[in-house]
């Protein structure tokens, strides 16, 4: 750089001559114009606009200038490095406007394209089949309710005319979670429910009659896993108290249940069973789906389905247990009921005829395709 000098002359001075300053500034617009790209762009700005370029060097020349030729040369260079950079500007749109043009072209996806597709999970046929029937009842204004899978012991027993030394208390072989503490009556075990029938009651402890529940859940028995049995499977509960309701309304309930979910014709029957909690109670049955009941003592017809019996055990059911209402709260005087229970893995076997109990626990794709995909 040169030193002050008051009769300095800039014209003299090389980097400030007017047409080198025209010379750096076309070579710099020259230099942006040829580049292809924002890289090539980004070292063109470096050589030409940067600390080290000529004309940043030329603008130090300004300072050692004496005052009256500062003004001059500093017009000079100062509209010549706005030139530059304006040009650096508008190069610097193009290019990343070429190049986003560019990306959108070379980095499209075709989705049209074919890939390997990833198999799609679908819900267990438990679920829906569970599902259906919690259709076919809310159609009928029953709503649904859930309860507690670890449920204390006077829910799932007691309430239900179970007493502590009732032979049906070891019906129902029970997980135990805590048991109750000795000497204390009041004290209530702790169990993993054994049927769904506690919903029973607790929809009837929630809610004033009329009192229209479906229940589903899974329930937890200590039973060996084999082809018809499972530790851990799933009921569905039904609940209705009203006024003057009798085994007549029970009746044509499971029969339109039974013909809304295996078509119509089906019929129901019900045989004399026992259930501390309904009474009376009975067994119900629904006419085979598959025979018809025509495999009955018709060896040249045999039917796999209903082992040739017309007749397929449907689950248990009967009128609520006045002892029961009462230990709910609900006048025995005023209201009846009608409750009843099966299990969905049972029907699930004889409505697809699953031979075995366990295809349904394990979880194996191959077993849940067949029943379609339902999302
Ligand atoms: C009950 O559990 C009663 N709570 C049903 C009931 C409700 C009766 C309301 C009256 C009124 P049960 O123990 O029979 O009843 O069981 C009902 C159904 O559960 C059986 O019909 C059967 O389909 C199914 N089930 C029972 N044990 C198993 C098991 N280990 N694996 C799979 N399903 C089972």
Redesign the pocket.
């Known amino acids: 750089m040169s030193a002050p000098n008051k009769s300095y002359d800039p014209v003299e001075v090389e980097a400030l001559k007017p047409e080198e300053i025209e010379r750096m500034q076309s070579e710099a617009l020259a230099a942006f114009a040829a580049a292809t790209d924002l890289d090539e762009l980004a070292s063109a700005k470096t050589a030409h606009t940067g600390g080290t370029s000529p004309l940043a060097l030329a603008n130090r020349e300004i300072g050692a200038l004496p005052p009256h030729a500062k003004a001059d040369a500093g017009k000079r260079v100062g509209q010549a490095r706005g030139r530059v950079n304006q040009a650096l500007k508008v190069r610097q749109e193009e290019l990343e406007a070429e190049r986003d043009a560019r990306v959108l072209v070379e980095e499209a996806v075709d989705v049209t394209l074919p890939y390997d597709r990833v198999q799609a999970g679908a819900r267990h046929p438990l679920t829906t089949l569970s599902e259906r029937i919690e259709d076919v009842f809310v159609a009928m204004g029953y709503s649904v309710a859930e309860g507690p899978e670890v449920e204390s012991e006077w829910l799932n027993f007691d309430a239900l005319n179970i007493a502590p030394d009732h032979p049906a208390r070891t019906?129902?072989d029970t997980f135990f979670v805590e048991s109750a503490a000795d000497g204390d009556e009041k004290q209530t075990g702790v169990v993993l429910r054994?049927?769904?029938?506690p919903v029973?009651i607790r929809s009837m402890l929630d809610r004033e009659p009329p009192l229209y529940v479906i229940c589903p859940g899974r329930v937890y028995?200590t039973?060996e896993l084999d082809a018809?049995?499972?530790?851990v499977?799933n009921?569905v509960?039904l609940l209705a108290i009203d006024e003057g309701l009798t085994m007549a309304d029970l009746k044509g309930t499971l029969d339109h249940m039974v013909r809304a979910l295996f078509g119509e014709g089906m019929e129901t029957r019900l045989r004399p069973n026992y259930?501390p909690?309904?009474e009376p109670?009975a067994e119900m049955d629904m006419v085979c789906y598959v025979c018809r009941g025509a495999s009955v003592g018709n060896p040249d017809a045999p039917c796999r389905t209903c082992s040739s019996e017309g007749w397929i055990?449907?689950?248990?059911?009967?009128m609520v247990n006045p002892r029961v209402l009462t230990a709910c709260g609900v006048d025995p005087e005023k209201y009846s009921g009608f409750?009843?229970?099966?299990?969905i893995?049972?029907m699930l076997m004889f409505r697809h005829n699953v031979e075995d109990?366990r295809d349904m626990v394990e979880g194996d794709v191959r077993f849940t395709r067949p029943f379609g995909m339902e999302i």
Not at 313 to 318: D, K, P, Q, Y
Not at 339 to 343: Q, S, V
């Open positions: 019906m129902q054994t049927h769904t029938s029973q028995r039973d018809t049995h499972t530790p499977f009921q509960e259930f909690f309904t109670s055990e449907l689950g248990g059911c009967g409750a009843f229970g099966f299990g893995e049972r109990m």
